[in-house]
């Protein structure tokens, strides 16, 4: 079969994405995102970015090939105070003029965390419900997102490609999916972006405060994320079309695993 045609035994979007994985398994990161933001058959994206550690990579990459492109940024309202002032000012100085913050509704959080502290006990409902759900929803009217996952952020991420399906309803891109640490320090350092404040501190990763501590030398750069659980992302696991909660299985034990939904981080 010709490679660069869609794959009949796939469904439409894994095909699609099959398709665009072997048109572009040669080139860049740049190469890949100018295709997905102007092709129309790619259809419409979102950046989804939580202005971290190494956010500004993506954002800077995507300031410069089409600015006018929508940013959501998911606000858990949990997150740290350099955050949400970091965000503010990188926006701003990449001119980025689509920024939409996102947050959970007030009526489910009044429901499901009144005083703030599920996190303390259920980490995935919190998580579902600061970050998962205002996701979805605002992904509504999108065919598709574009996160700053990279290969090397851990055997969750190991296998990802340039392009996904999620679940036959929208395309994951992910532009960053092959580059290293070094590719990333590289690029903040020879364009001059500004890094997180909290990078300083011992924050090589950073999602919200409860759930982030520093990194001591020689620990995993992810470490320090939901320290002392088994919980390594953000989102909702789909298997066999079943929500499950935990860390994903290992690949040889997934039979029947049809998406891994996560927020980018
Ligand atoms: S990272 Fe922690 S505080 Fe943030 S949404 Fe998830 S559980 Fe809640």
Known sequence: MNALL????????????????????????????????????VGRLALVSSFGAESVVLLHLVSVIAPHTPVLFIDTQML??????????????????????????????????????????????????????????????????ITGRKRFQGTTRAAIEFFESEEEKRLKVNPLAHWGRDDLEDYIVNNRLPRHPLVA???????????????????????????????????????????????????????GLTATKETAA
């Open 80 to 145: 740290f105070p350099e955050t949400l002032a970091y965000q503010r000012n990188l926006a701003a100085r990449l001119a980025l003029t689509d920024i939409r913050v996102i947050r959970a509704d007030a009526g489910e959080v009044w429901r499901d965390d009144p005083d703030g502290t599920l996190h303390q006990f259920n980490t995935d409902a919190c998580c579902t419900l600061r970050k998962t759900v205002p996701l979805e929803r605002a992904l509504r009217g999108f065919d598709g997102w």
């Open 6 to 41: 869609p794959d009949p035994a796939l469904p439409p979007l894994a095909a699609k994405a099959a398709s665009l994985n072997a048109s572009y398994r040669h080139h860049s990161a740049t190469d890949v995102l100018v295709r997905a933001l102007k092709d129309p058959e």
């Open 201 to 255: 501190r011992g924050y090589p990763s950073i999602g919200c405060a409860p759930c982030t501590s520093p990194v001591k030398p020689g620990e995993d750069p992810r470490a320090g994320r939901w320290r002392g659980s088994a919980k390594q992302e953000c989102g909702i696991h789909f298997v066999g079309g079943k929500v499950v909660r935990g860390p994903l299985p290992h690949p040889d034990q997934a039979d």
